[in-house]
């Protein structure tokens, strides 16, 4: 891998390894290009502060855009760094955390919906489930979500953790791989995930992207060092790009311009 956007800090409370680590990792491994998308923080309503344990505090957003803007600048002859985030589309704060967060020169969203509804009000989509209105609320709600124009592409597509009925769910994930190739949003083959061996990557799902035709890419999901250097992984990630015929992209970043933030109305985007 010559290049990854999908990485957290330990400000979302489950990462390890400060940033420097992370880039110093990434040059050593030859990579060209990598980007920050921690977990954004939200803006939970004033009648219920939900102290999320697996996203960072809004007051720490300046800090972190600090950290990595400056690591940017130091390391810039040796390594693109891009300034992210990872979002979940809950529909009663998005906005309203949009507001917050245009104060920071965020150059990309990436999509990677946890939870169902607003989190406070929701579930968690790693719970099993048999049940297919959550399968159905869950591609309803990124399906919707994506339609913001605000993503650049969608984190870990097969992670609610489904274990109904296959027609259910080829049904579904049917409906969210065309939504994606319509809209040229591509879907990320999680090493995260393969590597530990959770739900994710589902299999019966990627036979779905590569015979709808949907782009791909490879995002490691890094919550520490040693999560960069694993070839391993990523040859089984190209096992199954090879065994589904997908459409890989291999440089995510080729449509972010360093420097040019989201809130500009580029790269697909709309404010």
């Given at each position: 891998m010559k290049v990854n956007l999908h990485a957290h800090t330990s400000r979302c409370n489950h990462a390890f390894g400060s940033e420097r680590e992370y880039v110093e990792e990434a040059i050593r491994c030859n990579m060209t290009d990598f980007g920050f998308s921690d977990h954004t923080p939200m803006i939970y309503p004033e009648d219920f502060p939900y102290p999320s344990s697996v996203k960072m505090k809004m007051s720490e957003m300046e800090d972190y855009t600090e950290t990595i803007l400056n690591l940017r600048e130091e390391y810039k002859d040796r390594i693109n760094i891009y300034l992210g985030l990872e979002v979940e589309y809950y529909p009663k704060l998005f906005y309203k955390t949009l507001r917050e967060l245009e104060k920071y020169p965020l150059e990309y969203f990436i999509m990677g919906q946890h939870h169902l509804e607003n989190e406070y009000d929701g579930v968690w989509v790693g719970i099993k489930t048999d049940d297919e209105k959550r399968l159905k609320r869950y591609v309803d709600q990124v399906c919707e979500g994506l339609s913001t124009g605000y993503f650049l592409y969608l984190a870990h597509p097969d992670i609610l953790n489904f274990v109904g009925d296959d027609k259910a769910y080829i049904r579904e994930m049917t409906r969210l791989c065309e939504y994606t190739k319509e809209n040229d949003i591509p879907l990320e083959i999680n090493l995260l995930g393969l590597a530990d061996k959770r739900n994710y990557p589902?299999?019966?799902?990627?036979?779905?992207?590569?015979?709808?035709?949907?782009?791909?890419?490879?995002?490691?999901?890094?919550?520490?060092?040693?999560?960069?250097?694993?070839?391993?992984?990523?040859?089984?990630?190209?096992?199954?790009?090879?065994?589904?015929?997908?459409?890989?992209?291999?440089?995510?970043?080729?449509?972010?311009?360093?420097?040019?933030?989201?809130?500009?109305?580029?790269?697909?985007?709309?404010?």
């Open positions: 589902n299999e019966l799902f990627w036979e779905l992207a590569g015979k709808i035709g949907n782009d791909v890419i490879i995002g490691l999901d890094v919550h520490r060092v040693s999560m960069i250097d694993v070839k391993e992984t990523e040859n089984k990630a190209l096992d199954m790009v090879e065994k589904y015929n997908l459409k890989l992209i291999r440089n995510p970043a080729e449509k972010l311009v360093m420097g040019k933030t989201m809130w500009e109305e580029k790269n697909g985007y709309s404010k």
